[in-house]
């Protein structure tokens, strides 16, 4: 699941930075869509007469996914937490849909832990944190980023989704 969610995520961004219209990305593959990385590099090649390779648009989603995380964990620290979640919201997503088409079925908490630490790992985030690793910084030459984080000084107590699902627990 967490490959999955990289690999999506890694299609819907190369659709966003190529300008492609959301409605024909990867983000619906349900229904067929199966342009994914390799295509876009493939197609932003072809229109700019640059050699694009997967490798090197991966590396490109890469430093604007960890930009974007980055972005939200300075935002927090600069004006506060921006989206609180109460002990109430987390404890309805843990109940069971009371009807509909998804009646019944629950948040997997174990397996979204599990599915959160392998994401964060593929994504270069520490999986504790949910903030992205200085050695993945510095590969995609953004240590400057690492810098800017590690000068916030609670963005070292910054948490994932998943420690504050646990903690509503």
């Not at 989206?83 to 069971?96: G, M, Y």
């Not at 690492?146 to 627990?169: C, F, W």
Request: charged share 30%.
């Amino acid at each position: 699941k967490a490959k999955y969610t990289w690999a999506v995520e890694n299609a819907i961004t190369a659709g966003d930075i190529t300008g492609r219209c959301d409605g024909y990305t990867a983000r619906i593959p349900h229904a067929g869509c199966t342009f994914d990385v390799e295509d876009y590099a493939e197609a932003v090649s072809a229109a700019t007469g640059e050699n694009v390779t997967k490798e090197s648009l991966l590396d490109a989603i890469q430093r604007k996914r960890l930009l974007e995380v980055a972005y939200c964990i300075l935002s927090e620290e600069m004006i506060g937490d921006m989206l609180p979640v109460s002990p109430s919201t987390v404890r309805a997503q843990l109940e069971p849909i009371p009807d509909g088409y998804f009646k019944g079925q629950q948040w997997d908490m174990d397996g979204s832990e599990i599915v959160g630490e392998e994401y964060c790992e593929i994504r270069g985030c520490d999986p504790d944190t949910g903030i992205p690793t200085r050695e993945e910084l510095r590969r995609l030459g953004m240590e400057y980023v690492a810098d800017r984080l590690e000068d916030e000084p609670s963005s070292t107590e910054h948490t994932s989704p998943t420690t504050i699902a646990k903690a509503g627990n």
